[in-house]
């Protein structure tokens, strides 16, 4: 890190990783002071160049460019040794990355997942806890103003004790995100289609939730248990867009179009997470939060509080709760908050914890229970029974105290 004239501390950020999320996450960098783009790396050198580009465009210097090599990302590390560097590569790589930013006194923030695999997991939380060195996985919808601020009424008590959550990553996301709009082509996450049958892209649901269940700290999942629907979704769209000759309307997917999973807690909570991505639908996310005293319920922005509520079972809106237990997070500057979003409010989380040599806002042990749901879902559906969820905190959870966003 450096300081400027007015001492003030500036960080300097690698940015590796520029394709689509890498460009969005940058113009979001970008907005943020006190910091410097140092470095970008892409395997593709037109992607690292148009990220060089949108630096100078926005008025910053040019950062080094690393590109054409699977491995540029450690070239990176090794000559420009940035602060931190943002991971926004294919999922199967940012483990790899991570870690060698530990390895090297680097702040890795890893957009999502953290990891593919248990063990690669295991390895993560390994490594931090040896180098005593911080790490998060960047989810971006534990930092949404709604889910901050169910999360001050539930520490409050609005909601008694927590019994039961759902969520969702609820996103048709066949034409846009798996393969192209215009050919039908395949993007590079229909391999993960192809070849598993799991909840692909849990950690958007699942990631405002683990705070509201106070996993890791006082509780701890136990037990997963998870089934798939058909497959049939992908074949279907296919054959109406682009007729029954396309050579994806009749291909084999492994991907089941719904995974639902099943999780319970040491001390009894339920929580239930659908995996819906292959299926006409409007986009939808489905949080509900369920306690003895109350409900909230996202899809129909509405809530329901025993104690406080004017109608007796009756819904009412969720938007003036909202407004009244609004996180401190989105008070700052808050037409430009709520303007940049979620996005803006984590990655200037993530840097101000750099900044400060702190701890980071999400840590290893959640990153790791978020991610761990891909290969754990897996797991069950192939074996048609509930598996063991890993305990990342090794017990710790026992005596923790929640952190996030306190």
Partial sequence: MAATDKNEIIVNIGLIGTGKRGIKLLACLLQIDGINISAVCDESDSNAQNAAKACIDAGRQKPEIYSGKKDSFRELMDKEHPDAVVIATYWDSHAAIA???????????????????VDDLWSLVETSESRSFPCMMLENWSFRRDNLALLNMKR????????????????????????????????????YLLKH?????????????????????GDVFTEIYSVASSSAGINDFFK??????????????????????????????????????????????????????????????????????PGYQQWEPWKPYEEKHVHRWWQTDFPAVTLRGADFVMLSQFIEAVRTKGPVPLDIYDSAVMSAIIELSEISISKKQPVKFPDFTRGRWKGNKPYFAI
Wanted: aromatic share 10%; proline share 5%.
């Fill in 197 to 217: 049958n799991r909840s692909q892209y849990p950690t958007h649901a699942v990631g405002p939730v683990i705070s509201w269940m106070d996993i890791n700290c």
């Fill in 156 to 191: 409050l008590g609005m909601f008694g004790e927590i019994v039961h959550c759902h969520c969702a990553h609820s996103h048709n996301c066949i034409d846009h995100w798996f393969f192209d709009p215009g050919t039908g082509m395949d993007n590079w996450q229909v391999e």
């Fill in 240 to 309: 109406r867009k682009f007729g029954k000759d396309h050579p994806n309307a009749n291909r084999r997917f492994s991907q089941g179009d719904i995974v639902t999973s099943i999780l319970r807690t040491e001390k009894g909570k339920t929580l239930v997470v659908n995996n819906d991505l292959l299926l006409p639908r409007p986009y939808a996310n489905r949080w509900m939060l369920q306690g003895t005293r109350g409900i909230y319920d996202e899809e129909k922005n509405a809530v329901y509080l025993a104690d406080l509520s």
């Fill in 99 to 117: 870690l060698y930013a530990m390895e090297n006194a680097i702040y890795p923030g890893i957009d999502v997942p953290a990891a593919l695999s």
